[in-house]
């Protein structure tokens, strides 16, 4: 039967309802929703609140008429109201009223006031059957709706990506009710998983529901549970919109305080441990089943086996008999995916930090701790000031008559040993290259790049400028894609529209330093709606200076089209100038440089293959050419050395060669040149340019020993398809190769 589609008027917030709203009513019921009476509830609803009615009060009017007590249609309301449905008669009935009083939630937070009367609600309904309602309705909150609404506007975003207004009224309300059901971890997963949920984008709206998200992050806050502050540590890594990381910082805060501990501290101590026994597994027996979850580089891993014997599938008897522990080891299964990948993040982070660890606590928070040490055992730590790795249940120096006071037993960690990262700047490069070969050695995939880690030292250019750097100015970069991954590295952008308004730079604070760095960037284009959005925001922006001034220096401004930065000062103020660089630490000049470069590498629309034209009329066509192909950035000419080694160890190693900025690919039709920085191809003899769009799930090599090179990726994955060309199939790159 073919899916029917809900006209939206009469339950979207916006738009006509009026004379309108009996016939809407009338087409939806005859289009087959559930409820005719839900229908006209949720029309006087929208009515109401349509007029203007947002108060307390008038959610309660509409909470009276509404039966049930949600919209249907999303797939996690759905799952919601039959888990209403399934309870008894007397256990059904006070839930009503429970959620007409969770839509009376429309201040910022709740008040000591509403949640005491909160409780009462909760106490009728019984915590345990509210726990085990959310935690089951909550995860679908990402799934697609199970009734899509017709669109009415696409000025306003697909209301099927959105959450239902009235659903997301009551939703904060349910969350803020969540911690006074007690602690528990599935709720918890289950209201962390909400956060993610609601902060995915929607073109043309951004994130979804960030009140929703809000509420999610409040309601970890006040639970007392170690896999809701789990969910805060890793949402703190994770979180790029802004309003929800304040209330994330915030939250941590709270927790800190409560805790009585610092919120750097609450960080380490809320990677969750899941149960695992020993660094990186977990055993169960059930029955006659062993069951292993396994955490390293590869990700986390479930296997069953039975008399020692390895098992392809899960077995019957444990879906039986212990369905709730195979629902629980899934989920620990995945939250330690997402701990890792939170913790790997903030480790990176802290590469420009020069942080220092007591023995002690990094060996109880890092080293032997059963999910944190996957990740720790995997890189390089300095220990009383002699770098060393972990292998074999031994902290091994690079040399072991060089240890000094590490002996190469790995003995020598004291409860008052200093423990930092270690970082290649500075270090001779005979030992940098002598890490990577151990690594390499030892086949240790690092979680990031620390021994491949990218160096940039000052240049004789930017000593002449002094003040500031324009190693990376003059390049075009696609504006929404620079700003999501200025959040990822801890700067603060806005994106600019096309409006006669002014902008501070990208700027990142580094508080342990004292200093702010300053990205100049400016819009591109001047044409509504070729060179910006539908809501006006620039599609592109063009890079200038880099900068760094005192962290409390007043921020620089432009017009959000350019004409230049000027420090807008108090009347009477002077001038605060930008720092020497030569002034500015090595670490922070090199770990700045290296966000910037990520910027440049990812986001420059030289990096785009079907920007062969220059763009909107081939405005950027020099620029384009000039980065697809030119010389390469330090992140690049990394790339290249890491290829050198690798490139042996590879089936197609006798087809490849690296010239200079190139991979070059013998294939049996042509011969190839992949450029290093941007991934682009020309064909040889005439440098004739071969246009390859990578799929949407992007393109995969053979493993790297470290995280994050999607340029890399591409590149391996590129040379694997033209090195058998004869075997390409995809007509646009065979029309191409025929030319």
């Given at each position: 039967?073919?899916?029917?589609?809900?006209?939206?008027?009469?339950?979207?917030?916006?738009?006509?309802?009026?004379?309108?709203?009996?016939?809407?009513?009338?087409?939806?019921?005859?289009?087959?929703?559930?409820?005719?009476?839900?229908?006209?509830?949720?029309?006087?609803?929208?009515?109401?609140?349509?007029?203007?009615?947002?108060d307390?009060?008038?959610?309660k009017?509409?909470a009276?008429?509404?039966?049930?007590?949600?919209?249907?249609?999303?797939?996690?309301s759905?799952?919601f109201?039959?888990?209403?449905?399934?309870l008894?008669?007397?256990?059904r009935?006070?839930?009503?009223a429970?959620v007409?009083?969770?839509?009376?939630?429309?201040?910022?937070?709740?008040?000591?006031?509403?949640?005491?009367?909160g409780q009462?609600?909760?106490?009728a309904v019984?915590a345990?059957?509210?726990?085990?309602?959310l935690?089951?309705?909550?995860?679908?909150?990402?799934?697609p709706?199970?009734?899509?609404?017709?669109?009415?506007?696409?000025y306003?975003g697909?209301p099927?990506?959105?959450?239902?207004?009235?659903?997301?009224?009551?939703?904060?309300?349910l969350?803020?009710?969540?911690?006074?059901?007690?602690?528990?971890a599935?709720l918890?997963?289950?209201?962390?998983?909400?956060?993610?949920?609601?902060l995915?984008?929607?073109?043309?709206?951004?994130?979804?529901?960030p009140?929703?998200?809000?509420a999610?992050?409040?309601?970890?806050?006040?639970?007392?549970?170690?896999?809701?502050?789990?969910?805060?540590?890793?949402?703190s890594?994770?979180?790029?919109?802004?309003?929800t990381?304040?209330?994330v910082?915030k939250g941590?805060?709270?927790?800190?305080e409560?805790?009585?501990?610092?919120?750097e501290d609450?960080?380490?101590l809320?990677?969750?441990?899941?149960?695992?026994g020993?660094?990186?597994?977990?055993?169960?027996?059930?029955?006659?089943v062993?069951?292993?979850?396994?955490?390293?580089?590869s990700?986390?891993?479930?296997?069953f086996s039975?008399?020692?014997?390895?098992l392809?599938?899960?077995?019957?008897?444990?879906k039986?008999?212990?369905?709730?522990?195979?629902?629980?080891?899934k989920?620990?299964?995945?939250?330690?995916?997402?701990?890792?990948?939170?913790?790997s993040?903030?480790?990176?982070?802290?590469?420009?930090?020069?942080?220092?660890?007591?023995?002690d606590?990094?060996?109880?928070?890092?080293?032997?701790?059963s999910?944190?040490?996957?990740?720790?055992?995997?890189?390089?730590?300095?220990?009383?000031?002699v770098?060393?790795?972990?292998?074999?249940?031994?902290?091994?120096?690079?040399?072991p008559?060089?240890?000094?006071?590490?002996?190469?037993?790995?003995?020598?960690v004291v409860?008052?040993?200093?423990?930092?990262?270690w970082?290649?700047?500075?270090?001779?490069?005979?030992?940098?290259?002598?890490?990577?070969?151990?690594?390499?050695?030892?086949?240790?995939?690092?979680?990031?790049?620390?021994?491949w880690?990218?160096?940039?030292?000052?240049t004789?250019?930017?000593?002449?400028?002094e003040?500031?750097s324009?190693?990376?100015?003059?390049?075009?970069?696609?504006q929404?894609q620079?700003?999501?991954?200025?959040?990822?590295?801890?700067?603060?952008?806005?994106?600019?529209?096309?409006?006669?308004?002014?902008?501070?730079?990208?700027?990142?604070d580094?508080?342990?330093?004292?200093?702010?760095?300053?990205?100049?960037i400016?819009?591109?284009?001047?044409?509504?709606?070729?060179?910006t959005?539908e809501?006006?925001?620039y599609?592109?922006?063009?890079?200038d200076?880099?900068?760094?001034?005192?962290?409390?220096?007043?921020?620089?401004?432009?017009?959000?089209?350019?004409?230049?930065?000027?420090?807008?000062?108090?009347?009477?103020?002077?001038?605060?100038?930008?720092?020497?660089?030569?002034?500015?630490?090595?670490?922070?000049?090199s770990?700045?440089?290296?966000?910037?470069?990520?910027?440049v590498?990812?986001?420059?629309?030289g990096?785009?293959p079907?920007?062969q034209?220059?763009g909107?009329q081939?405005?950027?066509?020099?620029?384009?050419?000039g980065y697809?192909?030119?010389?390469l950035?330090?992140?690049?000419k990394?790339r290249?050395?890491y290829l050198?080694r690798l490139?042996?160890?590879?089936k197609?190693?006798?087809?490849?060669?690296?010239?200079g900025?190139?991979l070059?690919?013998r294939?049996?039709?042509?011969?190839?040149?992949?450029?290093?920085?941007?991934?682009?191809?020309?064909?040889?003899?005439?440098?004739?340019?071969?246009?390859?769009?990578?799929?949407?799930?992007?393109?995969?090599?053979?493993?790297?020993?470290?995280?994050?090179?999607?340029?890399?990726?591409?590149?391996?994955?590129?040379?694997?398809?033209?090195?058998?060309?004869t075997?390409?199939?995809?007509?646009?790159?065979?029309?191409?190769?025929?030319?």
């Amino acid at each position: 039967m073919e899916k029917q589609v809900a006209p939206i008027a009469f339950l979207s917030p916006y738009g006509g309802y009026g004379q309108k709203t009996p016939k809407l009513i009338e087409e939806a019921y005859e289009a087959g929703l559930p409820c005719k009476n839900h229908l006209l509830a949720a029309a006087r609803r929208a009515t109401q609140i349509n007029a203007g009615y947002t108060d307390a009060a008038a959610y309660k009017w509409a909470a009276d008429i509404l039966t049930p007590e949600l919209n249907p249609g999303e797939a996690w309301s759905d799952a919601f109201l039959a888990r209403l449905d399934a309870l008894p008669a007397a256990e059904r009935q006070p839930w009503p009223a429970l959620v007409a009083y969770a839509r009376t939630a429309i201040a910022g937070k709740p008040s000591a006031k509403w949640l005491k009367e909160g409780q009462k609600h909760l106490d009728a309904v019984g915590a345990e059957t509210f726990r085990r309602v959310l935690s089951e309705a909550l995860p679908l909150l990402s799934r697609p709706r199970t009734f899509p609404l017709r669109e009415d506007s696409h000025y306003t975003g697909n209301p099927n990506l959105l959450i239902d207004e009235f659903n997301a009224q009551s939703l904060k309300g349910l969350l803020w009710l969540a911690p006074l059901a007690g602690a528990d971890a599935a709720l918890a997963r289950a209201v962390a998983g909400v956060v993610d949920s609601a902060l995915k984008k929607v073109a043309g709206v951004g994130p979804r529901a960030p009140k929703v998200a809000n509420a999610a992050v409040y309601a970890l806050s006040q639970m007392e549970s170690d896999a809701a502050l789990s969910a805060l540590a890793r949402l703190s890594s994770t979180v790029t919109f802004k309003g929800t990381l304040k209330e994330v910082q915030k939250g941590l805060n709270a927790v800190a305080e409560r805790l009585n501990t610092s919120p750097e501290d609450l960080l380490e101590l809320g990677v969750p441990t899941l149960g695992m026994g020993s660094v990186g597994e977990r055993l169960e027996q059930w029955g006659d089943v062993e069951v292993r979850l396994t955490v390293d580089a590869s990700g986390a891993k479930l296997t069953f086996s039975k008399g020692g014997k390895p098992l392809k599938s899960v077995p019957a008897s444990v879906k039986k008999d212990f369905a709730d522990d195979l629902k629980e080891l899934k989920a620990a299964q995945k939250e330690a995916e997402k701990a890792v990948a939170a913790l790997s993040q903030r480790l990176d982070s802290l590469m420009i930090s020069g942080k220092t660890w007591r023995g002690d606590v990094w060996q109880e928070r890092y080293l032997n701790h059963s999910l944190a040490g996957t990740v720790a055992r995997r890189l390089i730590w300095r220990i009383d000031g002699v770098p060393a790795l972990w292998h074999e249940g031994h902290l091994l120096p690079l040399s072991p008559c060089g240890g000094g006071a590490l002996r190469s037993n790995g003995e020598g960690v004291v409860p008052d040993s200093e423990i930092s990262l270690w970082h290649p700047l500075g270090e001779p490069v005979d030992d940098v290259l002598a890490w990577r070969d151990r690594l390499e050695e030892l086949n240790i995939r690092q979680p990031f790049k620390q021994a491949w880690r990218e160096v940039y030292l000052l240049t004789d250019a930017e000593r002449r400028t002094e003040t500031y750097s324009n190693r990376f100015a003059g390049h075009v970069l696609k504006q929404h894609q620079f700003n999501q991954l200025a959040a990822l590295r801890g700067w603060r952008n806005r994106l600019r529209l096309m409006v006669d308004d002014s902008y501070p730079p990208a700027t990142r604070d580094l508080p342990e330093y004292g200093l702010r760095a300053e990205y100049w960037i400016e819009g591109v284009g001047d044409s509504y709606g070729t060179d910006t959005t539908e809501s006006g925001s620039y599609l592109r922006v063009r890079t200038d200076q880099l900068r760094f001034y005192p962290i409390d220096a007043p921020e620089n401004s432009a017009h959000a089209g350019g004409g230049g930065y000027e420090m807008w000062l108090p009347n009477g103020a002077a001038p605060v100038n930008p720092l020497p660089l030569e002034q500015v630490p090595p670490l922070v000049l090199s770990e700045i440089m290296r966000d910037v470069d990520l910027f440049v590498g990812v986001a420059s629309v030289g990096n785009d293959p079907t920007w062969q034209d220059g763009g909107p009329q081939g405005r950027f066509r020099d620029y384009w050419q000039g980065y697809s192909f030119g010389e390469l950035s330090e992140t690049a000419k990394t790339r290249a050395e890491y290829l050198a080694r690798l490139i042996p160890r590879l089936k197609i190693k006798d087809r490849l060669t690296l010239d200079g900025r190139f991979l070059k690919v013998r294939g049996d039709r042509r011969t190839y040149k992949i450029h290093l920085g941007s991934s682009n191809i020309l064909m040889e003899p005439n440098d004739q340019y071969l246009c390859i769009i990578p799929d949407s799930k992007g393109a995969s090599g053979p493993d790297m020993n470290f995280d994050g090179d999607r340029v890399l990726s591409l590149i391996l994955s590129k040379a694997f398809l033209l090195a058998a060309d004869t075997e390409i199939t995809d007509p646009v790159i065979l029309g191409q190769l025929r030319r």
